[in-house]
């Protein structure tokens, strides 16, 4: 958890099947181009579909035959990510032998019911296999960028967003000294970000962090990082803000810090989010964090870490949108009612985006010509 080369910062995308993916999203949501006023939606994923965003979840495979988690999955979401089985200790737990099938369970489940796939994390310092934490300079290089290649290679297609590298940074934005900046300097996530670039060309790549829910020091050097690979051409689409949160966070700035990394030309993704704490004030909290999102057009979507506080990392601080016993709590219908009105407003003309719906605005096919359109003019 915790060719002709293009313009600066702008990646070439062929359409794929992710893009048949989200429209199939789309179209289960009911996501339809409506010149009047639009119906709210009853679940999160199809509330956020008529935004042209996503709401999804964080899943564990073993659980998907669980009737209730199955069930309650399958009704509220349009978007799902893998908690654990496409870390790199699941993938690859011996040098050069991949194991792909936790992550191929959830990529077909979710296929089989119009659902788009995260990709959840391609490089970090935890969770490595014990082969790779003995492994020094270009042998640890070469063991990245391998590995980048097999994952991201066999998902090639079937992927919306990769974390292409997760919690690089400390919290005063100094570089985390982990293996990777010790013994690969600080060149090695552009080279990761590259090598994602490389197996599948189709995916957005994300940097993703938690504590950069506002502008502190950690967020301020993830931005001038962005700034800096946008200005030589390094291949990186999106920023990911996991939030972890709790009801009294200091949320003041949240919006904020979404927007100026949207400035840079980059979409956002809320990645991680769980909220410690019950009734109102988690309610609220919710509430504010989703209406951040739909205030920024570059916001892609929201994913929670689980559903249910049955079965979340951070149990005891019941952080989710379900109870144990999968009721929805009152932050659930805080987060659905934010996400409705955002619907409201696009269908209202107010999306900002030239009389064309969110939905259309987002969807991968016509973010991908927007991005070929930019290339021929820069």
Not at 296 to 301: A, D, L
């Given at each position: ?11 070439r995308r062929?359409?794929s ?18 010149s ?16 042209g ?8 495979p073993e ?7 199955g069930?309650?999955?399958?009704r509220e ?25 936790g ?7 979710a ?12 490089v ?9 934490q ?6 640890l ?6 590995h980048?290649s097999?994952?991201a290679?066999?998902?090639r297609?079937?992927?919306h ?15 985390r000294?982990?293996n990777l ?8 996530i ?5 090598a994602a670039d490389?197996?599948?060309p189709n ?6 962090d938690?504590?950069t ?43 904020q810090?979404?927007q ?15 909220i410690?704490?019950?009734?109102s004030?988690?309610a609220?909290?919710y509430?504010t ?17 689980g559903f ?12 989710l ?9 009152e932050?659930?219908?805080?987060v ?5 009105s955002?619907?409201t407003n696009?269908y ?6 030239s ?7 987002h ?16």
């Amino acid at each position: 958890m915790h060719s002709s080369p293009p313009a600066p910062g702008r990646r070439r995308r062929r359409r794929s099947t992710v893009a048949v993916a989200v429209t199939a999203v789309l179209a289960t949501a009911g996501v339809v181009a409506l010149s009047g006023t639009a119906h709210a939606a009853d679940t999160l994923g199809a509330a956020a579909a008529e935004s042209g965003r996503y709401y999804g979840t964080a899943v564990v495979p073993e659980l998907l035959d669980d009737s209730a988690y199955g069930s309650t999955l399958n009704r509220e979401f349009n978007s799902v990510v893998a908690e654990n089985v496409m870390k790199w200790d699941a993938t690859e737990p011996n040098r050069g032998q991949f194991n792909f099938s936790g992550g191929d369970r959830i990529v077909e489940h979710a296929r089989s019911r119009g659902m788009s796939v995260r990709g959840h994390t391609l490089v970090w310092h935890a969770q490595q296999p014990g082969w790779v934490q003995g492994l020094t300079g270009d042998s640890l290089r070469q063991a990245m960028l391998d590995h980048i290649s097999g994952v991201a290679g066999h998902y090639r297609g079937q992927i919306h967003s990769w974390d292409v590298v997760n919690e690089a940074f400390e919290w005063d934005g100094s570089r985390r000294q982990s293996n990777l900046q010790q013994q690969l300097g600080n060149g090695w996530i552009e080279e990761a970000f590259r090598a994602a670039d490389s197996a599948d060309p189709n995916a957005k790549l994300c940097y993703n962090d938690y504590g950069t829910d506002g502008i502190n020091a950690k967020s301020d050097a993830i931005y001038r990082m962005v700034q800096d690979f946008r200005s030589r051409g390094v291949p990186i689409d999106c920023v990911g803000f996991q939030s972890h949160l709790d009801s009294n966070s200091d949320l003041s700035t949240y919006r904020q810090n979404l927007q100026r990394f949207a400035d840079l030309g980059i979409d956002v993704q809320i990645t991680e989010l769980d909220i410690g704490g019950s009734g109102s004030a988690q309610a609220n909290a919710y509430r504010t964090v989703t209406q951040a999102c739909v205030a920024v057009s570059r916001c892609n979507g929201i994913t929670i870490w689980g559903f249910t506080d049955a079965h979340s990392w951070r149990g005891d601080d019941t952080p989710l949108l379900f109870d144990t016993n999968y009721n929805k709590k009152e932050a659930y219908y805080a987060v659905l009612d934010a996400l409705n009105s955002a619907a409201t407003n696009s269908y209202s003309g107010n999306s900002g985006n030239s009389g064309n719906t969110a939905a259309e605005a987002h969807h991968p096919a016509a973010w991908r010509e927007n991005v070929r359109a930019a290339d021929r003019t820069a």
